[in-house]
């Protein structure tokens, strides 16, 4: 709010003046950003926060190839319900839901080892558990490491 609230004052300011404001303004902003993700305030995992980091973009929780792999095995016209994390791996597709919304999904597709978002870990392992048992879905066999592949029983 400050730096937006600032610039009327340097308009009264000389040409060779508002240069120089304005580049000290904005070295100081990128500087403050930087520094509010390098010691963030609030209780955070850093590396969420550090978008700037080469580490912020690393998977360690699992392979993506193992994820792409079961991704694979969804036909191109097969509409998908999946947790947040796994929605940008199917972005071509005409139909995706975000899970717990099933909207219709002839897959659904989870991973206990990603950001269960919109739930929690526990209760997205609930959903899974709740998934096998249900006469309506069948779990894929090639379901490997903790990626979860459902598709609707064909009635």
């Not at 597709?93 to 099933?102: K, V």
């Not at 909207?103 to 919109?118: C, E, R, S």
């Amino acid at each position: 709010m400050l730096l937006v609230g600032v610039f009327p004052v340097i308009a009264e300011f000389g040409k060779k003046t508002k240069y120089v404001l304005i580049t000290v303004l904005l070295i100081g902003s990128v500087i403050s950003v930087k520094h509010i993700m390098e010691e963030p305030l609030a209780p955070l995992f850093r590396i969420n926060i550090r978008v700037f980091k080469g580490e912020h973009y690393e998977n360690k929780a699992y392979e993506v190839s193992e994820l792409n792999e079961i991704i694979d095995l969804i036909p191109n016209s097969g509409s998908v319900s999946a947790q947040s994390a796994i929605v940008p791996h199917l972005a071509m597709r005409d139909s995706i839901f975000l899970f717990p919304t099933e909207g219709g999904a002839n897959y659904i597709l989870l991973n206990v080892n990603d950001n269960a978002y919109p739930l929690n870990k526990e209760q997205l392992k609930s959903h899974i558990e709740d998934l096998k048992l249900n006469e309506g879905w069948e779990l894929n066999p090639l379901s490997q490491n903790g990626i979860f592949l459902f598709e609707k029983v064909k009635q």
